[in-house]
Nanobody, 122 residues
Framework: QGQLVESGGGLVQAGGSLRLSCAAS????????VAWFRQAPGKEREFVGL????????LYADSVKGRFTISRDTAKMMVNLQMNSLSPEDTAVYYC???????????????WGQGTQVTVSS
């Protein structure tokens, strides 16, 4: 299995934006959808969104739809998560993940990054 590395987290005020990136080797990304999850303290890991291998298909959780956008640069083996109109409820550790199937269930993914902290202040 390959390795995934997230970057771009940080502290932002409510209403602001952040852009997270997930970099990986070809073996990790080839022919696979890439998903983003997040986990807030004391809560279970939550699906945020995913993008297909081709980049033409995306799926988002209702809580982020219209605010978050996932894109991928296959040549650079990178997937980005653009987060706009952030609120304190978006505060969490954000993870990218790949797995053998395309799913919204974290249990279906077997390769994870280390996570990047996003903190939104009110």
């Amino acid at each position: 299995q390959g390795q995934l590395v997230e970057s771009g987290g940080g502290l932002v005020q409510a209403g602001g934006s952040l852009r997270l990136s997930c970099a990986a080797s070809w073996m990790s990304f080839a022919n696979r959808a890439v998903a983003w999850f997040r986990q807030a303290p004391g809560k279970e890991r939550e699906f945020v969104g995913l993008i297909s291998w081709s980049g033409r298909g995306t799926l988002y959780a209702d809580s982020v739809k219209g605010r978050f956008t996932i894109s991928r640069d296959t040549a650079k083996m990178m997937v980005n998560l653009q987060m706009n109109s952030l609120s304190p409820e978006d505060t969490a550790v954000y993870y990218c993940a790949v797995g053998p199937v395309t799913a919204t269930d974290a249990g279906q993914y077997n390769t994870w990054g280390q996570g990047t902290q996003v903190t939104v202040s009110s």
